[in-house]
């Protein structure tokens, strides 16, 4: 076979793509994949916190879907409010209050829950994959996989993992962002259950589409920034409000890089290592023994 | 010397029994008998503390972690991963080196302490990165990443899992030829020696990778542990202080065996053994000195000095001058004066140092803001105690039975050697 010179240039010019795609790799990664590698898109959640009233039905909501615990006090208490609250295992997502500088009769109301970041520190973090980043967007759990180290917790830049301390036969309990639901298109109780449309459900690229709308059309009204959009490479979970959100309690250190790329480094070399320390003692350890038939110092 | 092996090796009946099933049975019996006085101090106080321990962890496994231990949604992580696992492990960091020393770099002079530290760093790995089970939530499911149910090899976990269980292996391989002596089984340690060197390559790659690795952890954990611990070079530093770490144990260790065991161990080798620490102590120091520059490297590209007028500055400064410069200044004073009793000082202070640099990493600099800081429980501290004492009792189990701190009778070291090793062979061959 004869190479013509289109034909070579044809395949030096795929092979150099090939290659060129392959470094730009990390660089495709730090800007926040909006896709699963499939090609399917990211679902996402756009909270708007201007439109929150606090009426705490996306925390009843999320209650009933799960088959979590009622608590002690009823989800139309204003009480809960009093001070800041977490996520608990018995509760995936919470609302907190903050005063309002630019209205004091309108507090700001901002939930809380696992953001569902697009390249998950717990997934990363977990050696059995029982937390799992699913095409749809969701960070599923594998319960039946899950062994109990909690390194998924350690990692989680949010906090959002928690864990049953008090069970014989514990789980780890977040948010999965009713991925049974989100599966088949439908959108997360939470969403469902929001009288206001604070909580607004769709594909992550058309809510950040939505939200700078907002922000242009409304530059008064909100904060130019949306949480969510870079932090930790990107999370499902979209925030909106009207004052700087460093004010409202969302961690400000986290950093935009996916959290992945944090250990990448150290286990790229961990082949390296492999493949050159053992050459290495061996070597030496040849040296070290074999003196006495190349010097004649040996009793032999 | 094949005369010596002949001898050494004779076609005589086995003086254990232990060539058949049930001969092996029976001496296994015998040998799990104590030996020596049983209520002695020591052996009330750790049983005590065992027993309660073992009470403790019934407790643990009945009502779940929240029972006895402080772990709470914020500190996920306790003692039970800062101290048992992430230092224990550190601390075993010595059988790798020892083993780098004398079986690749063929420094025959370490040869009478060799077999202490694997058995101690065996030990280790059984018992403190064992104690891990204990807090995990769900420690049956410890063999899914093993068995293959989900690799999660995007995990530095995954690594340091693998890494535990193949260097463990590693370990038993090396410590391997002991127990056919024990047993007496000839030709099956004959084929165990063999292994060795390759198990040797093999464990040193392992900890390498898996001393990092446990740093490599905390990678994860960026926007948790406070600047001036965090650092991208924390795999680097792992494993570099655990070279000095596993040294400075080593020299505690061998003196309080050297003393415990004291008939068991021949003379001569009580005379070189004042060289023996001399010589680690120089290791340690080595290792130090290059773990201060890195972190004088590390402090220096951070730009933290504004953070050093903090508390946790000040805590930091104890660690690095206290734990680091103390121990440099200590082991140079002790080497130049050929001070063996200030080796063993500045080796106890250098593991004080290691033990408060995996604690601030791992629990007192992680989530230095938060409002409800993790303290231990009694029953975590009791419950870390307890294993401690369980090690030592294997440990002095084996001690009292193999051939550990002095070379078996019937199994006289006879590899060729340097003229000028033969004074520091004589031990081995004296004891035959």
């Known amino acids: ?300 | 010397m094949e005369k010596n092996n002949a001898v050494a090796f004779p076609h005589a009946k086995s003086p254990t029994g232990a060539d058949t099933v049930k001969g092996f049975i029976r001496f296994l019996l015998g040998e799990l008998k104590p030996k020596g006085k049983i209520l002695t101090p020591f052996n009330v106080i750790s049983g005590w503390i065992i027993l309660g321990g073992l009470i403790l962890i019934v407790i643990r496994f009945a009502y779940g972690l929240g029972s006895i231990t402080n772990l709470s949604q914020e500190y996920p992580w306790g003692i039970w991963i800062g101290f048992d696992v992430v230092t224990g492990v550190a601390f075993a960091g010595g059988a790798y080196t020892l083993c780098f020393v004398v079986h690749i770099l063929n420094f025959k002079k370490y040869e009478p302490i060799l077999r202490a530290t694997v058995l101690n760093g065996f030990l280790a790995y059984c018992f403190y990165a064992g104690a891990l089970l204990l807090d995990l939530g769900r420690p049956w499911n410890v063999i899914n990443p093993i068995i293959g149910n989900a690799f999660g090899y995007s995990s530095v976990l995954f690594l340091v899992a693998w890494h535990f269980l193949l260097y463990t292996i590693c370990q038993f391989v090396e410590i391997f030829p002991a127990v056919t002596e024990w047993l007496y089984w000839p030709k099956i340690r004959k084929y165990a020696k063999l292994c060795t060197t390759g198990a040797v390559i093999f464990g040193i790659t392992l900890s390498t990778l898996h001393q990092s690795g446990l740093g490599a952890l905390f990678m994860m954990a960026s926007n948790k542990i406070h600047p001036l611990w965090y650092s991208g070079n924390i795999p680097i530093l792992f494993f570099v202080s655990s070279v000095f770490a596993g040294l400075s144990m080593v020299i505690a260790e061998s003196s309080l065996s050297h003393r415990i065991f004291r008939d068991q161990i021949d003379p001569r080798h009580h005379a070189s053994f004042d060289d023996i620490l001399l010589g680690m102590a120089k290791g340690a120091l080595g290792a130090l000195f290059a773990y201060f520059f890195l972190k004088v490297i590390d402090f220096v590209h951070g730009s933290h000095w504004a953070l050093i007028d903090t508390p946790m500055g000040y805590w930091y400064l104890v660690e690095i001058v206290g734990g680091i410069v103390l121990p440099i200044i200590l082991f140079t004073i002790a080497i130049l004066k050929n001070n063996v009793r200030l080796v063993q000082i500045s080796a106890f202070i250098t593991a004080l140092g290691v033990i408060l640099n995996r604690l601030n990493v791992s629990v007192i600099a992680f989530k230095w803001y938060s409002a409800n800081r993790y303290y231990p429980s009694w029953a975590e501290v009791w419950v870390t105690a307890a294993v401690i004492c369980m090690e030592i009792w294997a440990f002095r189990w084996i001690v009292s039975r193999m051939p550990i701190m002095n070379a078996h009778p019937a199994f006289p070291e006879v590899e060729k050697t340097h003229p000028k090793e033969t004074e520091v062979l004589q031990w081995k061959v004296s004891a035959s």
């Open chain 1, 1 to 300: 076979m004869t190479i013509s010179r289109r034909n070579f240039l044809k395949v030096a010019g795929a092979a150099g793509g090939a290659l060129l795609a392959g470094g730009r790799k990390p660089a495709q990664a730090a800007t926040a994949p909006e896709a699963d590698p499939k090609g399917m898109e990211f679902y996402g959640m756009l909270i708007d916190t201007t439109k929150c009233i606090g009426c705490r039905s996306c925390e009843e909501a999320c209650n009933e879907k799960n088959g979590l615990p009622r608590p002690e006090v009823s989800f139309s208490s204003e009480s809960v409010f009093e001070k800041k609250r977490d996520t608990t295992p018995e509760a995936f997502t919470v609302l907190n209050k903050y005063p309002n500088p630019k209205d004091p009769d309108k507090p700001i109301f901002v939930r809380k829950q696992c953001m569902h970041c697009n390249q998950p520190a717990c997934a990363t973090a977990c050696l059995v994959k029982a937390l799992e980043k699913t095409p749809e967007g969701p960070v599923k759990y594998n319960k039946d996989r899950c062994m109990g180290c909690r390194y998924c917790m350690v990692s989680c830049p949010f906090d959002a993992p928690k864990y049953e301390y008090n069970s014989a036969l514990p789980y780890l309990k977040k948010c999965v962002f009713c991925f049974d639901r989100v599966k088949n298109g439908e959108q997360p109780a939470c969403v469902d259950a929001c009288p206001e449309g604070a909580s607004f459900f769709g594909k992550r690229r058309e809510l950040i589409e939505i939200a700078r709308q907002r922000i242009y059309q409304n530059p008064d009204k909100y904060h130019p920034y949306i949480y969510g959009e870079h932090e930790a490479g990107g999370t499902s979970m979209l925030f909106l409000s009207s004052v700087p959100v460093e004010k409202l309690d969302f961690r400000m250190n986290v950093g935009s890089t996916p959290y992945p790329e944090k250990t990448t480094g150290f286990l790229y070399a961990v082949p390296h290592i492999f493949i050159l320390w053992p050459t290495l003692l061996y070597g030496l350890n040849y040296l070290t023994h074999n003196n006495d038939k190349e010097t004649g110092h040996g009793e032999k």
